[in-house]
Structures are given as C-alpha cells and as structure tokens.
C-alpha cells in the first residue's frame, strides 16, 4: 500500500517540461533517475520513494465542481510514491524533499485520499497525520493475511528513531572524526529472538561503536591462521558482553550512546578478545531497514485486529 501525492503547477497552464523536472534530480543527493522516474535511495538509513513524471488528470473537488477549467489545468505533472507499510522515519526525508520540490518549482498539491489536503498548499502536519492513518491501516491489512509471524520484525519506536539519526547522520560523524576512525551504519539482523540492531567492527580497528543488540566482528588480520593462510571469518558479541572491553574508552551519549575509539593500533586486550571468539557457522538473515516495522503500531494493529 502507497501514500501517492500529485504535484501540479501553481499558476493555471504552466508547463514544466520532464527534463527539467529530472535534471533538478540529478542534482541531489541520494537520487537515481532513470526514464521518467526518481528513485530516491538513502542506502544508510533504508528510506526509498519514487517521483514520477506523468501527466495526470486530476478529479474536480465538488467546491470547485461549477467553475471552468480546462482538464490540463487540472493535470498533475508528477506523482510521489510513499510506502505506507515501513517505518515512521520515512517521513524525516520524505518531508523535506517534498518541500524542496515544490519550492523549486512553485507547485501545489493534489492529496486524493480520504481526509487528505486536497488540493492546494503542501501541510506538512496534515501530511504526517494522513500518513499514518493509512500505514496503520496498512498495518492491519497485512497482519489479517496469513503470514508467518515469526517473519514480522519489529522494533520500538523511540530507538528506529534513535538508529536513523545514526546513520542518516553517518557521513557528517565520518567526516568530522576523520578517516582514520570508521563509523558503522546500523543495520538489523534476524534472529530467534526477534530482529537485533548491529553494527560491523573489523579487526578491532579504531571506529566509533554504537551501542546495539549485537557486534559483528569480521576477522580478516585477527583470524585464525590455518595451513595455507588465514582464512576470513566473521565472529559476534552481544553488546552486555563486548561493553566491558570499551569502558576506559571516551563515550559520547547523543544520539545513542557511543565509544570512540582513537588508536593505531588495537590495545592487546581488544585483539585477544576479538580472536578469542568463535566464528559464526549459520548464514547471516540481514533485515533490510525498510523491513522493520513501528513495534507499538504493530501491536496496536493486532490488539485491533482482535
């Protein structure tokens, strides 16, 4: 299920041709334009939505229903594709894109959808309403068919929210600590128990280690030698367990807790940890961040759908 929205020029019989509509993409970030369309793909935080360039007619509101207007007045030019069945923070950059669009090229909104704005000014409030008046619909839907409930991966809202300004924040930190300390993106694991938040760490490099569920550990200079050289490896630690080892490191609180880890080389004590680990067997199941749903609106739908 999608939120669709349809952008229109606000003065009657404007046309914007498709080239500058897609040239204006091209200019930013996170953007692929191919054809008539703009995917717009934030790999660090999982967020995609997709502008289309096409000419639409849009339906008279019955307000307007006895004036005359021609049916290319009322033509949409471009259409957005917002997924409703994903996380709330897709609206922490769908928002501002829209806003930037519509700036660049004076245009208005066509909202169709029940308790929607209409037609005319972009509301942001009105948006984000809407919004997840539909995703939790969308919610119900998709938990009343028959789906492995195992399958459905959950997290809380206040920490998605916590884990996307990580990594939508990812680049800055990079640049501001330097290219000698990595910082992680952080990305959700399968398991059991549920989906875990993780975060890679190779060979006890110096990096910035958020706190999550789970450390993944690569092992590349730190594996185990063996008869024809090493062979790379990947080993874990649960965040109870590879915590004690950061404690005389500085840590840094927002916007989740952090150690900074500025070194050349790895203190003695990190390198035995990391090779005193046990390397995974099973195959890792990567959860894709726009494959996590809101906990709280998953169990509302439920209780809901009772």
Same mark, same amino acid.
């Given at each position: 299920?999608?939120?669709?929205?349809?952008?229109?020029?606000?003065?009657?019989?404007?046309?914007?041709?498709?080239?500058?509509?897609?040239?204006?993409?091209?200019?930013?970030?996170?953007?692929?334009?191919?054809?008539?369309?703009?995917?717009?793909?934030?790999?660090?935080?999982?967020?995609?939505?997709?502008?289309?360039?096409?000419?639409?007619?849009?339906?008279?509101?019955?307000?307007?229903?006895?004036?005359?207007?021609?049916?290319?007045?009322?033509?949409?030019?471009?259409?957005?594709?917002?997924?409703?069945?994903?996380?709330?923070? $897709?609206?922490?950059?769908? $928002?501002?894109?829209?806003?930037?669009?519509?700036?660049?090229?004076?245009? $208005?909104?066509?909202?169709?959808?029940?308790?929607?704005?209409?037609?005319?000014?972009?509301?942001?409030?009105?948006?984000?309403?809407?919004?997840?008046?539909?995703?939790?619909?969308?919610?119900?839907?998709?938990?009343?068919?028959?789906?492995?409930?195992?399958?459905?991966?959950?997290?809380?809202?206040?920490?998605?929210?916590?884990?996307?300004?990580?990594?939508?924040?990812?680049?800055?930190?990079?640049?501001?600590?330097?290219?000698?300390?990595?910082?992680?993106?952080?990305?959700?694991?399968?398991?059991?128990?549920?989906?875990?938040?993780?975060?890679?760490?190779?060979?006890?490099?110096?990096?910035? $280690?958020?706190?999550?569920?789970?450390?993944?550990?690569?092992?590349?200079?730190?594996?185990?030698?063996?008869?024809?050289?090493?062979?790379?490896?990947?080993?874990?630690?649960?965040?109870?367990?590879?915590?004690?080892?950061?404690?005389?490191?500085?840590?840094?609180?927002?916007?989740?807790?952090?150690?900074?880890?500025?070194?050349?080389?790895?203190?003695?004590?990190?390198?035995?940890?990391?090779?005193?680990?046990?390397?995974?067997?099973?195959?890792?199941?990567?959860?894709?961040?726009?494959?996590?749903?809101?906990?709280?609106?998953?169990?509302?739908?439920?209780?809901?759908?009772?």
């Amino acid at each position: 299920m999608n939120y669709d929205l349809y952008f229109a020029p606000r003065r009657a019989g404007t046309d914007i041709e498709q080239e500058e509509i897609l040239s204006y993409f091209r200019e930013r970030p996170f953007y692929v334009v191919e054809g008539n369309h703009a995917l717009f793909n934030h790999e660090d935080t999982g967020v995609q939505f997709l502008f289309v360039y096409e000419k639409i007619v849009c339906e008279e509101e019955e307000e307007n229903a006895a004036e005359e207007k021609s049916a290319e007045d009322r033509s949409s030019i471009v259409s957005l594709y917002i997924k409703s069945l994903h996380p709330h923070f $897709i609206l922490r950059e769908v $928002i501002p894109e829209i806003e930037e669009f519509i700036g660049a090229f004076d245009l $208005i909104v066509e909202d169709p959808h029940e308790g929607g704005m209409g037609r005319g000014d972009f509301a942001q409030d009105h948006f984000a309403r809407e919004w997840e008046r539909l995703a939790r619909s969308a919610y119900r839907t998709f938990l009343k068919q028959e789906v492995d409930q195992s399958r459905i991966y959950t997290y809380p809202t206040d920490a998605l929210e916590r884990i996307w300004m990580w990594n939508n924040n990812r680049d800055n930190y990079q640049q501001e600590v330097g290219d000698h300390i990595y910082v992680p993106v952080i990305s959700f694991l399968a398991t059991k128990a549920g989906a875990k938040a993780v975060a890679a760490w190779t060979d006890a490099i110096a990096a910035v $280690i958020p706190k999550v569920d789970i450390v993944l550990m690569p092992r590349q200079q730190f594996a185990p030698r063996r008869l024809f050289g090493r062979k790379i490896d990947v080993v874990m630690a649960e965040w109870s367990e590879i915590e004690p080892q950061l404690t005389n490191f500085p840590i840094e609180s927002e916007p989740i807790p952090h150690y900074i880890l500025n070194y050349v080389k790895p203190p003695d004590t990190l390198e035995y940890f990391v090779k005193g680990k046990e390397p995974i067997r099973e195959k890792l199941d990567v959860i894709p961040m726009g494959g996590i749903l809101n906990a709280e609106m998953v169990n509302d739908a439920l209780a809901e759908n009772e």
